[in-house]
């Protein structure tokens, strides 16, 4: 199970809002991980039994999983079998189970391997496309991602939230910001950029919500002093005014 990116509606105190699955959805389902190494395994097998055989990280985050194994034998099943072996056949199954084992280390290790190289590539493309002012693609590298289960989800999804910010499409930027929240309570960016995008659909007293927030984190931040100044201003001159 991949994440989606696709948006979809999703009602959260009776509001309907247009809503990103972020990733603490994802991390409540352990098979995540277990479907993804299922999907690995055979990319990863041929990269290391074949030398000349080679694999990008998409080809490996993207392969269709194996056909699953038959059902074990029971435990009788093995102790019958192994009474009726002599001790030559019962020294090379013990062997046969040490060549499995590190066998699959090494396919444990090759897929780690690729996707430590996918999300080295994708977390340098989104950036380099988000500075180049190409947010859309950045926001797809951001998506591709966060699919490979990054150490720091909350920071992808808050970079998302900014390429939504930056497309205008404040609804979807809220919902980023907020999941990222979720994911790291203390990640101060986050609230900076859900009041950001509470500004942008005029919910002024959300938008200074955030902003407290992150500044109990932060008592300093620069950005989130001048934004509550902002809000401030605008809820004094104009109440209800959108900011852009």
Request: with cysteine.
């Amino acid at each position: 199970m991949l994440i989606h990116t696709t948006r979809k509606q999703h009602s959260r105190e009776n509001k309907t809002i247009q809503y990103r699955p972020g990733l603490s959805q994802i991390h409540r389902h352990s098979v995540f991980l277990e479907t993804w190494r299922s999907k690995t395994t055979e990319v990863a097998k041929k990269a290391v039994t074949n030398s000349s055989t080679t694999a990008s990280p998409l080809q490996v985050l993207q392969m269709d999983p194996p056909s699953p194994e038959a059902p074990s034998e029971s435990m009788t099943d093995r102790l019958n079998q192994l009474k009726s072996l002599d001790s030559e056949a019962i020294q090379a199954k013990i062997a046969a189970a040490k060549r499995d084992e590190a066998e699959k280390k090494v396919l444990e290790e090759a897929r780690m391997a690729a996707r430590d190289k996918a999300i080295a590539e994708y977390t340098a493309a989104g950036k380099a496309a988000f500075a180049a002012g190409n947010y859309a693609e950045a926001e797809r590298h951001f998506d591709r991602l966060l699919e490979c289960q990054p150490d720091k989800p909350a920071e992808v999804v808050c970079n998302r939230a900014a390429c939504a910010l930056k497309l205008g499409r404040f609804a979807d930027a809220v919902s980023d910001a907020a999941e990222a929240t979720y994911l790291d309570d203390t990640y101060v960016k986050a609230y900076y950029r859900l009041a950001l995008g509470h500004q942008g659909m005029g919910n002024i007293e959300k938008a200074f919500k955030a902003c407290r927030a992150g500044l109990k984190l932060e008592p300093d931040s620069m950005q989130l002093l001048k934004l509550q100044e902002e809000l401030q201003k605008a809820e004094t001159e104009q109440p209800g005014a959108v900011l852009v």
